[in-house]
């Protein structure tokens, strides 16, 4: 296992307990070991919209999902595929750029969203959940959802293969 800081790994510590009762990302170990790059891309089409999106199957890629990100232009995602459909919640932890979430259910169909989640830099950060289970959470740039008129109900379209979800 990778050396981790002290602050990493009390986080690490609270992040297992919250995680366990929450689903959040959490600091591991390993968060950095797939850089943003090398995620694997799909298209996905939502109400209309075409996105290039970056796919986080892994807890590792999960944790560290847009952190540090700078831009995310209109046409861009990322994409949380979790193993099994269950209640999430977010932070926008070391997040830069404000989003939106979409979360969606094992059938593909658009469950809940949290608009304009602001990004945070300290702590405490605002959780954002899905008030629904979810397998799926899209994740676009701020005002994005309203832009193209998504609504619950709408099905999210994954063009491409994102390999095994672990």
Known sequence: ????????RTSLRIGLLLATALALPVCAPSARAVPLH????????LHGQRFITQ???TDATRAHG???????AADEAML?????????????????????????????R?????LDARPCTGTPCTIYPSGKEAM?????AAGSARRIG???GDRLVIEGSYGTVQ
């Open 1 to 8: 296992m990778a050396r981790m800081n002290p602050a990493c």
């Open 38 to 45: 090398q995620l694997p891309r799909v298209t996905v089409m």
């Open 55 to 57: 796919v986080a199957t």
């Open 66 to 72: 847009l952190m540090n990100r700078t831009h995310l």
């Open 80 to 108: 949380f595929v979790f193993r099994h459909q269950a209640p999430r919640w977010f932070w926008m932890k070391d997040t830069r750029i404000p989003l939106d979430m979409l979360f969606f259910d094992a059938r593909r």
């Open 110 to 114: 658009l469950v809940s969203m949290q």
């Open 136 to 140: 799926y959470v899209l994740e676009v």
């Open 150 to 152: 998504a609504h619950p």
